[in-house]
């Protein structure tokens, strides 16, 4: 008897994780946006607890959670560019894995500089 689901199982291709990390950075994109948006709303109830929230955000750890989060604002808005260029130029779905390391070597170029001078503010003063 031949496996009936031959050739439906994915193998994790680079599409497939291409596709993870978009959905992934685009939740993270989401629920900082969500914080952030109730963050500031707070300086209109008590600009008091507004201050005493954003001195709690200026420490080592919400350093790296701001690198982390431009490295998924960086790498979600790269592929979404990556994806118009998949569904609109006729020979996108061939090249799509180019357009993915295309998409990781732009990711790199960028975040390497930001971290640099991010982290060297964060760690050093």
């Given amino acids: 008897m ?14 497939m994780w291409s596709w993870v990390a978009h959905r992934i950075t685009g939740v993270a ?31 080592p750890i919400m350093g790296l ?8 604002i960086v790498y979600h808005a790269f592929n979404g560019l990556r994806i118009i260029l998949i569904d609109f130029w006729k020979g996108g779905t061939k090249n799509q894995k180019g357009l993915l390391w295309g998409v990781i070597a732009l990711w790199v170029i960028v975040m390497i500089p930001f971290l640099v001078r991010h982290l060297s503010i964060v760690f050093g003063g």
């Fill in 65 to 72: 959670g701001e690198a982390g989060l431009v490295a998924a």
């Fill in 29 to 59: 994109i989401f629920f900082f946006l969500l914080v952030h948006v109730l963050d500031t709303a707070l300086v209109r109830v008590s600009p008091e607890a507004y201050n005493a929230v954003m001195a709690t955000y200026k420490n």
């Fill in 2 to 15: 031949a496996n009936s689901t031959r050739g439906t199982l994915y193998r994790g291709q680079y599409g």
